[in-house]
């Protein structure tokens, strides 16, 4: 199994803050990242796919990008409503495996 | 709009079943798959496989294989997460959820959460 590793698992941001979160892959999974954003007692939304594709309805602040096996989830000006766990998933090959997860929390 | 609505919540005794629905509205149902996922209280998302609603062909985590059964009922627009042997470690939130293209959910079930316990 494809494992992802993401760092770090938890972080303290203050409102409008650049913040990123690390995702990396333990082999190739060429652009077949994708992030989610969950928040208590929801499912998880889909921000990214394909690594650095900006999914429907999601707000031009977040931005996603590849370095080989090494993926960033980027968010360049931290909104009240950002404060979440963000999870990296690889599509490359099944079992579709998860990032441990990373919690956003307010500074 | 797109839609997946889960069955309720369950209670179960250690080593029974548990099978839990998921109805899809809003798109053709047999046009892209239906996975699983399931998330334990305050842990990380674990995928469990996925189905093909078309050909009814599935695919399973390892650690899953021989326990969980993926089924479909087209006429209804209907997926079934079947989990057996159901243990205290199972205990969790089950998600089915839909991809854009191939594993990239962009629709997710509000969650049904099963409990184990004896």
């Known amino acids: 199994d494809i494992q992802m590793t993401q760092s770090p698992s938890s972080l303290s941001a203050s409102v409008g803050d650049r913040v990123t979160i690390t995702c990396r892959a333990s082999?190739?999974?060429?652009?077949?990242l994708n992030w989610y954003q969950q928040k208590p007692g929801k499912a998880p939304k889909l921000l990214i796919y394909a690594a650095s594709s900006l999914q429907s309805g999601v707000p031009s602040r977040f931005s996603g990008s590849r370095s080989g096996t090494d993926f960033t989830l980027s968010i360049s000006s931290l909104q009240p409503e950002d404060f979440a766990t963000y999870y990296c998933?690889?599509?490359?090959?099944?079992?579709?495996?998860f990032g441990q997860g990373t919690k956003l929390e307010i500074k | 709009q797109v839609q997946l609505v889960q069955s309720g919540a369950e209670v179960k005794k250690p080593g029974a079943s548990v099978k839990v629905s998921c109805k899809a509205s809003g798109y053709i149902f047999t046009s892209y798959d239906i996975n699983w996922v399931r998330q334990a209280t305050g842990q990380g998302l674990e995928w469990m496989g996925w189905m093909n609603p078309n050909s009814g062909n599935t695919g399973y985590a390892q650690k899953f294989q021989g326990r969980v059964t993926m089924t479909r009922d087209t006429s209804i627009s209907t997926a079934y997460m079947e989990l057996s042997s159901l243990r205290s470690e199972d205990t969790a939130l089950y998600y089915c959820?839909?991809?854009?293209?191939?594993?990239?959910?962009?629709?997710w079930g509000q969650g049904t959460l099963v409990t184990v316990s004896s």
């Open positions: 998933q690889q599509s490359y090959s099944t079992p579709y495996t």
């Open positions: 959820a839909r991809p854009i293209s191939d594993g990239d959910y962009a629709y």
């Open positions: 082999q190739s999974i060429s652009s077949y």
